[in-house]
């Protein structure tokens, strides 16, 4: 997904990784977005675009992949759509005025009282919070071992771990061909 859902989903993300937080034990969650941009993403009809749809769905699934997020049959999921209802997005000026811009906070009611809350203030994989190599390789498995299979993937993985050994780029050809 894009902006401005990505720093949504790192903030709930970070939620389940710090709480080990499921979606049995939610209660409620308030999305705080920008209020300039919030509309874009606020029960938006595409399952990568609709907010409390990706965070339901990373609550459900215990996070969030390329493929999930753009399946269009799991916006008719009981499951997610239970989660979905509990889930609402509101605006915030401070946010839009955050710098840097796409941040976000995410409180969640658990069902024992509890609140937990996170803010997202710069999103993963930019400068102010870049990837680690293990989450790039991580990412890019999720998008392309759906096209070209796990054992290929691996492989594409190892070369590209090595272009600066490489005499040509050329040399990935047959890594990337069918």
């Not at 941009?37 to 609709?50: E, F, L, Q, S, T």
């Amino acid at each position: 997904m894009g902006s401005p859902n990505q720093a949504v989903i790192d903030a709930v993300s970070a939620l389940i990784a710090a709480h080990k937080i499921t979606a049995d034990a939610v209660k409620s969650v308030v999305i705080a977005m920008p209020s300039d941009r919030i509309h874009i993403v606020d029960n938006g009809a595409m399952p990568d675009v609709c907010v409390q749809h990706l965070a339901a769905l990373a609550l459900v699934d215990g996070g969030v992949s390329f493929v999930s997020c753009h399946d269009h049959d799991r916006m008719h999921d009981p499951a997610i759509l239970a989660v979905r209802g509990r889930i609402s997005a509101v605006p915030s000026d401070e946010l839009t005025a955050a710098v840097p811009a796409r941040q976000a906070i995410v409180e969640i009611e658990t069902q024992d009282g509890g609140r937990l809350r996170h803010h997202a203030k710069a999103v993963r994989g930019t400068p102010d919070n870049p990837m680690t190599a293990e989450e790039i390789d991580a990412k890019a498995r999720d998008l392309i071992e759906p096209i070209i299979s796990a054992a290929r993937a691996e492989r594409l993985l190892g070369a590209t771990g090595k272009l600066e050994e490489m005499r040509s780029v050329r040399e990935l050809r047959p890594l990337l061909q069918a």
